[in-house]
């Protein structure tokens, strides 16, 4: 089993910026690929940014140039740099994990972009 624990959510105006942060623990076995995604109320869940075990990263068309996803040295956590955040970002997001083909999911945290 992989465990995946988010932090960093909350509400910000648009405009500005948050960093959300996943740690990953448990059965890893690197490389392994980990991501973020996201869900609004009504909405299916979309990717927003993923990097691979093979090193791709992918953005969503709608963050590209706003977000920037990274993983520390050890692969084992992955941060989203969220900037210029806009009202439609708001949803919650969850962090997923893929390791030797199975997915895991964070419970997911909240970011609310409101004035």
């Known amino acids: 089993q992989v465990q995946l624990v988010e932090s960093g959510g909350g509400l910000v105006q648009p405009g500005g910026s948050l960093r959300l942060s996943c740690a990953a623990s448990?059965?890893?076995?690197?490389?392994?690929?980990m991501g973020w995604y996201r869900q609004a109320p009504g909405k299916e869940r979309e990717l927003v940014a993923y990097?691979?075990?093979?090193?791709?990263?992918t953005y969503a068309d709608s963050v590209k140039g706003r977000f920037t996803i990274s993983r520390d040295n050890a692969g084992n956590t992955v941060d989203l740099q969220m900037n210029s955040l806009k009202p439609e970002d708001t949803a919650v997001y969850y962090c997923?994990?893929?390791?030797?083909?199975?997915?895991?999911w964070g419970r997911g945290t909240q970011v609310t972009v409101s004035s």
């Open positions: 997923k994990a893929v390791v030797k083909l199975y997915q895991y």
């Open positions: 448990g059965s890893i076995f690197s490389p392994f690929g």
């Open positions: 990097n691979s075990s093979g090193g791709r990263t």
